[in-house]
C-alpha cells in the first residue's frame, strides 16, 4: 500500500525557501557558530582578506590576458602573409640559449609562425616551456634522425626540416598567402630580413655574413638586368646554388606546389640549399632582396661550445650543478 502526498506550488516554494534559510544558517554555524565574537571577528576579516587577494588575482590575470591579446593583434595584419620560420633544434647545453636568443627576434615580427622541430623521439619539457613562454604563434613537432645518419658528417637537420614541409603541406592550402624560411637557432638575424622575405614570389636571396670562409657571402647581380649572374661563394663555388641556408626563402605557394620537394641524406655535405633549390626554382628566377644583395641581414655565427671541465669533474663523482635548475 502506498501513500501518495500532493503538494500545491506554494507550498512547494515555502519548502524551497526554507531549505534554503536553513541551508545558509548551517554554513554560517559551520564557520562562525560556536566561536566567540573575537574569532568570529578574526574569522570574517581572513576571508575577506582571501576573497580580496582572489579577486586582485583573477583581475590582474584578466589584464595580463587582455594586454597579451592587444600585443598579438597589433602583430596580426589579416592582409601580410605568414612567415612559417622553420627552426630545427636538438639537446645541448647552449639549446635553450640559442632558442631564447632567436624567439626575442622572432616576437618583433608581424605575421609570423614558427615551426620548431626537436630532434628526439617525444618532445622535451624544455623547448615546451621556452615556446609556451614566448606568446609566439608556435608549431611543436618531432622528427628524430635516424641511428644510420646520426654519425658524424651526415647532413643535419634533414629528417626535421621534412618534418617542417610535410606540415605545411598537410594544413595549408594555395589560398594561405605565406612565405618559407630555414633559420637555424645557432644565427644572428636583423628584423629586417623578416620584411624583405615577406612578399617573395618564388624564392627570394640576399647576402648571409661570416659564412663559408668569407666575412659575406652573396649573389652577384647582372649590373643591366639585376638579376643574379653568380655568386662570391669560396667554399665549392661549382655547386648550383652556392649559398647559405639562411640566404633564402621560398613562397608557401612553391612549397605547395612542388609537393616533392624534399632535402635529402644522399647528397654531400653543403649541398642541401643546392638540392632543395633545384627542386624548387632555376638561377634566372631568383629575387634578389637587401637592397640588391648590398646589405647584410643575417649572420652565420655559431656559439662556441662551452667549457665544462668542471661540470664534467662533478658529473664523473654523480654531481651535477644544474640540479633542478633549467640552464
Known amino acids: 500500500m502506498s501513500i501518495h502526498i500532493s503538494v500545491d506550488m506554494s507550498t512547494k516554494k515555502k519548502l524551497i525557501w526554507c531549505i534554503s534559510i536553513l541551508s545558509v544558517f548551517l554554513l554560517w554555524y559551520a564557520v562562525f557558530g560556536g566561536k566567540s565574537d573575537t574569532e568570529q571577528y578574526a574569522a570574517m576579516k581572513q576571508s575577506m582578506v582571501e576573497y580580496e587577494s582572489l579577486l586582485r588575482e583573477t583581475r590582474e590575470q584578466i589584464l595580463d590576458r587582455l594586454k597579451m591579446c592587444q600585443r598579438e593583434c597589433q602583430r596580426w595584419d589579416p592582409d601580410l602573409p605568414v612567415i612559417y620560420t622553420i627552426t630545427p633544434t636538438y639537446a645541448r647545453p647552449v639549446q635553450k640559449a640559442e632558442l631564447t636568443r632567436l624567439s626575442q627576434t622572432l616576437m618583433h615580427i608581424s605575421n609570423l609562425h614558427w615551426i620548431v622541430i626537436e630532434d628526439s623521439p617525444k618532445p622535451t619539457p624544455l623547448v615546451e616551456n621556452l615556446l609556451a613562454r614566448t606568446n609566439l604563434n608556435y608549431t611543436h613537432l618531432i622528427a628524430q634522425t635516424p641511428s644510420n645518419y646520426r654519425r658524424k658528417g651526415s647532413p643535419r637537420g634533414v629528417e626535421q626540416r621534412n618534418a617542417a614541409l ?69 667554399w665549392r663555388p661549382d655547386r648550383p646554388f652556392p649559398i647559405d641556408m639562411a640566404g633564402f626563402a621560398i613562397s608557401l605557394s612553391q612549397i605547395l606546389k612542388k609537393s616533392t620537394a624534399y632535402f635529402s641524406y644522399t647528397c654531400y655535405g653543403g649541398w642541401q640549399e643546392s638540392h632543395i633549390l633545384q627542386q624548387l626554382t632555376t638561377k634566372d628566377h631568383l629575387e634578389p632582396k637587401a637592397d640588391n644583395c648590398t646589405q647584410i641581414l643575417v649572420w652565420h655565427t655559431r656559439t662556441e661550445a662551452p667549457k665544462l671541465s668542471e661540470e664534467n669533474k662533478l658529473a664523473a663523482r654523480g654531481i651535477h650543478s644544474n640540479v633542478g635548475v633549467e640552464v
Open 166 to 234: 610535410r606540415w605545411l603541406r598537410k594544413n595549408k592550402t594555395m589560398n594561405d598567402k605565406g612565405v618559407v624560411y630555414f633559420a637555424d637557432d645557432d644565427n644572428s638575424y636583423s628584423v629586417q630580413v623578416f620584411d624583405e622575405m615577406r612578399f617573395t614570389k618564388e624564392v627570394s636571396v640576399w647576402p648571409v655574413g661570416l659564412v663559408g670562409g668569407l666575412m659575406v657571402e652573396k649573389p652577384i647581380l647582372d649590373p643591366i638586368t639585376g638579376k643574379v649572374a653568380g655568386w662570391n661563394a669560396a
